[in-house]
């Protein structure tokens, strides 16, 4: 599966930095199928293959950088890799935060 298809890099263009923003919208939805680990992304950095997003799942709930490279080169030890949900629809966080009762 394509983490980062050409629709979705155009998206986070036109979305652009969300810094200024209490609320930003979720652009796209990535998760670990074989363990913890749930990032949602708000930016793209193209020029560094990094995303901004919320992680869920893993040490800390927190918002940090996560490197597209590392997740492309992400095996599990059943050999799965992060999967992007294709059934995620862009979102404001705080519906986000909503679902997930945080």
């Not at 298809?5 to 919208?25: A, C, H, M, V, W």
């Not at 670990?32 to 293959?49: C, V």
């Not at 995303?51 to 869920?56: E, I, K, L, R």
Request: net charge negative; glycine share 8%.
């Amino acid at each position: 599966m394509e983490l980062l298809t050409d629709t979705l890099r155009k998206r986070f263009q036109e979305i652009g930095r969300q810094d200024n923003t209490s609320d930003p919208i979720v652009i796209a939805k990535f998760f670990n199928p074989s363990g913890a680990g749930t990032w949602f992304a708000t930016e793209y950095y193209p020029e560094d293959q990094v995303f901004y997003c919320y992680v869920t799942g893993l040490f800390e709930d927190e918002w940090g950088y996560t490197s597209l490279i590392e997740m492309k080169a992400y095996k599990s030890q059943f050999g799965l890799g992060i999967e992007r949900d294709i059934c995620f629809q862009e979102q404001r966080f705080s519906k986000i935060k909503e679902i997930h009762g945080e």
